[in-house]
């Protein structure tokens, strides 16, 4: 299985909503991420976990929050959220540190809309 | 992390050859050269990865001279669903804590019939 699952798909909230976006792989990949892409723009990294916990923060406001409770899950709860935060969000996952073969496996994305 | 700069768009014909140049000049001893494909409303996906020289998968190759300043995706005879955005990353894995991927602004390669 080489596959990275997000859910959902799409996700519209409003500014003082809190939801959750979900990411899951089966792989045994100790790695995984969280980039935003906006529209015709390149994914930008956001958080990198690293044996379940947080290893790298790009400097990410806190009303994004990651969690990783085991190393097939990787959450992103949304809290406050600006209109300017709508987005496609990418969760993706690889092995740690291997030098060459670092591949990163990408899910296809949560669309988010905030109204 | 090494910045990279590629054409921000490129235009072929079915059966092709397309070479996309990505430079790197302040690329690092340590760092490797990697490149992804994006489809619209799709997570990146990795297509080839070098340190040096030549390197052929069975998509694409990737050609990189010895001063490592710059690097050639080749993609032989393209198809109408190889139009997609082609990104170029540096960058080299961190100890025991994934790698870190800064993407550049991409190639939109736009394949016509």
């Known amino acids: 299985d080489t596959e990275v699952t997000q859910t959902p798909k799409h996700l519209v909230m409003g500014m003082t909503n809190k939801k959750s976006l979900k990411c899951e792989q089966h792989m045994g990949h100790r790695a995984m991420y969280w980039y935003k892409q906006k529209a015709k723009k390149p994914p930008e990294l956001m958080f990198v976990?690293?044996?379940?916990?947080?290893?790298i923060n790009e400097s990410v406001p806190s009303r994004f929050s990651p969690e990783c409770p085991n190393s097939s899950l990787l959450n992103l709860h949304l809290h406050a959220l600006q209109p300017e935060d709508s987005a496609l969000y990418l969760c993706?996952?690889?092995?740690?540190?291997?030098?060459?073969?670092?591949?990163?496996?990408f899910g296809p994305g949560t669309r988010l809309t905030v109204l | 992390l090494a910045k990279t700069t590629q054409p921000i768009s490129m235009d072929s014909y079915e059966g092709q050859e397309v070479n996309i140049t990505c430079s790197h000049n302040?690329?690092?001893?340590?760092?490797?050269i990697t490149w992804y494909q994006q489809f619209p409303s799709q997570g990146p996906r990795f297509i080839i990865q070098?340190?040096?020289t030549k390197v052929t998968n069975e998509v694409a190759s990737l050609f990189i001279p010895a001063d490592r300043k710059s690097s050639t995706l080749s993609l032989p005879r393209v198809s109408l669903s190889d139009t997609a955005v082609y990104y170029c990353?540096?960058?080299?894995?961190?100890?025991?804590?994934?790698?870190?991927?800064?993407f550049g602004g991409g190639t939109r390669l736009m394949v016509k019939p």
């Open positions: 070098g340190y040096k």
């Open positions: 976990y690293s044996y379940e916990k947080l290893s």
């Open positions: 993706a996952s690889s092995q740690v540190s291997r030098g060459f073969d670092n591949e990163q496996f």
């Open positions: 990353l540096v960058g080299a894995p961190i100890n025991n804590a994934g790698n870190m991927l800064t």
């Open positions: 302040n690329i690092a001893t340590n760092d490797y």
